[in-house]
């Protein structure tokens, strides 16, 4: 069955159904992974988003529970040059189009996502709909549909989860967490409890934490600025790790500012120098905003990492706290280990 991508300008492709039945609206943003397919339909920071897979073909190893980012995807679609049907791996429990038909999601296939990613590349992440029919109204509910509060709200538990560990007590501030972040700190034998972004001081401070981590999360920080005396206070009390957007939130809690950027660094091909050793990462990354330099440069913040693509900021250690964050994410998942150190640098400030 045909199925249509209509960008917010007005222009569309068309492609091939799979995936739910159903039509929807969201930002459209693209990835550059060749692989972890699953893992980014199920990561939060893609909340509202319907995702164009740069590889040329998805689905080949199919999809199974345990590598799932989150309990449930809450992306907007999924569009792909190619899926399969055949997978090859013993793990395996269905394909990647029953996936998407349980969860809801629709994807178009044999859709041109080349074009796609240079359109958006070009023009900056737009607004897109997939539909089964062309509609003359449709292009004003794509230019004034907006990603709101209640929907990003299904990114973060809204109840506290405990992960048993005979170390030391870590909170992990949840702004739609990943799996992965978890699974690096129990790895490390640290007993781990998770908590919605917004829990107050008091509350996390009866927990009897040791460290406090800020979790990934979709959408744009500064809609977080009720936490942010939150994070001030613990940051003189506790050690604090921040992964993308907790990078952004310990940021702008000390006094710097984040902005929009053009298409965002999706993936897990991106280069991160570290400025003190030299050193350069390849890291994953799924971030549309970002934190601005100059504005570091007024605070107790110094930067410690950049990109190399682009030079924007991708890590920052405070000067007087046990305090650093980085924009990448040192758990991967899809993507290399080449930063997961930072785990350990974290699990150190804790048993100092």
């Given at each position: 069955?045909?199925?249509?991508?209509?960008?917010?300008?007005?222009?569309?492709?068309?492609?091939?159904?799979?995936?739910?039945?159903?039509?929807?609206?969201?930002?459209?943003?693209f990835?550059?992974?060749?692989s972890?397919?699953?893992?980014?339909?199920?990561?939060?920071?893609?909340?509202?988003?319907?995702?164009?897979?740069?590889?040329?073909?998805?689905?080949?190893?199919?999809?199974?529970?345990?590598?799932?980012?989150?309990?449930?995807?809450?992306?907007?679609?999924?569009?792909?040059?190619?899926?399969?049907?055949?997978?090859?791996?013993?793990?395996?429990?269905?394909?990647?189009?029953?996936?998407?038909?349980?969860?809801?999601?629709?994807?178009?296939?044999?859709?041109?996502?080349?074009?796609?990613?240079?359109?958006?590349?070009?023009?900056?992440?737009?607004?897109a709909a997939?539909?089964?029919?062309?509609?003359?109204?449709?292009?004003?509910?794509?230019?004034?549909?907006?990603?709101?509060?209640?929907?990003?709200?299904?990114?973060?538990?809204?109840?506290?989860?405990?992960?048993?560990?005979?170390?030391?007590?870590?909170?992990?501030?949840?702004?739609?967490?990943?799996?992965?972040?978890?699974?690096?700190?129990?790895?490390?034998?640290?007993q781990?409890?998770?908590?919605?972004?917004?829990?107050?001081?008091?509350?996390?401070?009866?927990?009897?934490?040791?460290?406090?981590?800020?979790?990934?999360?979709?959408?744009?920080?500064t809609?977080?600025?009720?936490?942010?005396?939150?994070?001030?206070?613990?940051?003189?009390?506790?050690?604090?790790?921040?992964?993308?957007?907790?990078?952004?939130?310990?940021?702008?809690?000390?006094?710097?500012?984040?902005?929009?950027?053009?298409?965002?660094?999706?993936?897990?091909?991106?280069?991160?120098?570290?400025?003190?050793?030299?050193?350069?990462?390849?890291?994953?990354?799924?971030?549309?905003?970002?934190?601005?330099?100059?504005?570091?440069e007024?605070?107790?913040?110094?930067?410690?990492?950049?990109?190399?693509?682009?030079?924007?900021v991708?890590?920052?250690?405070?000067?007087?706290?046990?305090?650093?964050?980085?924009?990448?994410?040192?758990?991967?998942?899809?993507?290399?280990?080449?930063?997961?150190?930072?785990?350990?640098?974290?699990?150190?400030?804790?048993?100092?």
């Amino acid at each position: 069955m045909k199925r249509y991508l209509v960008f917010e300008d007005g222009t569309y492709f068309e492609g091939t159904a799979f995936g739910s039945d159903t039509e929807t609206i969201g930002e459209l943003v693209f990835t550059t992974g060749m692989s972890g397919y699953q893992e980014a339909i199920t990561d939060q920071s893609y909340n509202g988003q319907i995702i164009n897979f740069c590889a040329p073909m998805i689905g080949n190893y199919g999809v199974a529970k345990q590598f799932n980012e989150s309990q449930k995807p809450t992306i907007k679609g999924v569009l792909a040059r190619e899926i399969t049907d055949v997978t090859g791996n013993y793990q395996s429990e269905m394909t990647i189009d029953e996936f998407l038909k349980q969860e809801n999601v629709p994807g178009i296939r044999r859709i041109d996502t080349r074009a796609i990613t240079l359109k958006i590349r070009k023009a900056g992440s737009l607004k897109a709909a997939i539909v089964d029919d062309l509609d003359s109204g449709l292009i004003d509910q794509i230019s004034t549909w907006k990603l709101d509060e209640e929907q990003l709200q299904k990114s973060i538990n809204p109840t506290p989860a405990t992960f048993a560990g005979t170390g030391k007590h870590v909170v992990v501030m949840d702004f739609g967490y990943k799996e992965s972040i978890v699974s690096e700190l129990t790895k490390r034998c640290l007993q781990v409890t998770v908590v919605p972004g917004n829990t107050s001081l008091e509350e996390i401070e009866n927990l009897k934490p040791d460290g406090i981590l800020l979790s990934n999360g979709p959408g744009d920080p500064t809609r977080h600025t009720d936490i942010l005396p939150t994070i001030v206070e613990l940051e003189k009390r506790y050690p604090v790790f921040g992964i993308c957007m907790g990078h952004q939130l310990l940021c702008l809690a000390n006094g710097a500012k984040t902005f929009k950027m053009k298409f965002g660094h999706r993936g897990f091909n991106h280069p991160v120098k570290d400025l003190a050793t030299g050193k350069i990462y390849f890291t994953s990354q799924n971030h549309g905003y970002a934190v601005d330099e100059k504005s570091v440069e007024d605070t107790d913040l110094k930067v410690t990492q950049i990109e190399l693509t682009d030079q924007t900021v991708e890590g920052v250690e405070h000067e007087k706290y046990n305090a650093f964050s980085v924009q990448f994410h040192p758990d991967a998942k899809p993507g290399p280990h080449d930063a997961d150190f930072l785990f350990n640098k974290f699990w150190d400030m804790i048993n100092k």
